[in-house]
T-cell receptor, first 116, second 111 residues
């Protein structure tokens, strides 16, 4: 089946604009994770959902960042009033299980966000 | 606070050689330790993973060695091939929650 799909693949916007990044997880995957990856670094956790419930948002850098997954499938990460320091690769991952121990997280190819 | 430390930062090996990447963790609550392989322009792809109740796991040319008392684990790539050239990340998590990644190792396998 299809993997984790993220859109857009690239996003260039001016400082101060709002952006919305979309993640479509693997069909049937219950858990969805957002990470941010700087060049040459490992991904850093932002937030995650089990079904539609946001379980942990402690990795969101500040209140300009928010995420939702209203129907327990597609998720949107929104950044308001973007700043240049928000420029990064944003990655989404999904996994199949809840309450059954650790399940592998499968990553999408990311959205490259550039703030001018 | 870096909870997973990875070394070396870069590694060059000859074709057919053994590649070894090491990671150390701090949080004893971690109970899942995956390794990811990442090619340029692509997302990290799960390579192999281990839980702390075993000391070694082997899948093909890839082996994880795990030392719970030392809070260390390592990836061994046997018979390294040029196609293995990529960035490798170790990671750790607790009970299906967030992954905490190491800094990454850029592996180059020369033909």
């Amino acid at each position: 089946g299809a993997g984790v799909s993220q859109s857009p693949r690239y996003k260039v916007t001016k400082r101060g604009q709002d952006v919305a990044l979309r993640c479509d997880p693997i069909s049937g995957h219950v858990s969805l994770y957002w990470y941010r990856q700087a060049l040459g670094q490992g991904p850093e956790f932002l937030t995650y959902f089990n079904y539609e419930a946001q379980q942990d948002k402690s990795g969101l850098p500040n209140d300009r960042f928010s995420a939702e997954r209203p129907e327990g499938s597609i998720s949107t990460l929104t950044i308001q009033r973007t700043e240049q320091r928000d420029s990064a690769m944003y990655r989404c991952a999904s996994s199949s299980g809840v309450g059954v121990g650790n399940q592998p997280q499968h990553f999408g190819d990311g959205t490259r966000l550039s703030i001018l | 606070q870096q909870q997973v430390k990875q070394s070396p930062q870069s590694l060059i090996v000859q074709k057919g050689g053994i590649s070894i990447i090491n990671c150390a963790y701090e949080n004893t609550a971690f109970d899942y330790f995956p390794w990811y392989q990442q090619f340029p322009g692509k997302g990290p792809a799960l390579l192999i993973a281990i839980r702390p109740d075993v000391s070694e796991k082997k899948e093909g040319r890839f082996t994880i060695s795990f030392n719970k008392s030392a809070k260390q684990f390592s990836l061994h790539i046997m018979d390294s091939q040029p196609g293995d050239s990529a960035t490798y990340f170790c990671a750790a998590s607790r009970s299906g929650s967030r992954l905490t990644f190491g800094e990454g190792t850029q592996l180059t396998v020369n033909p």
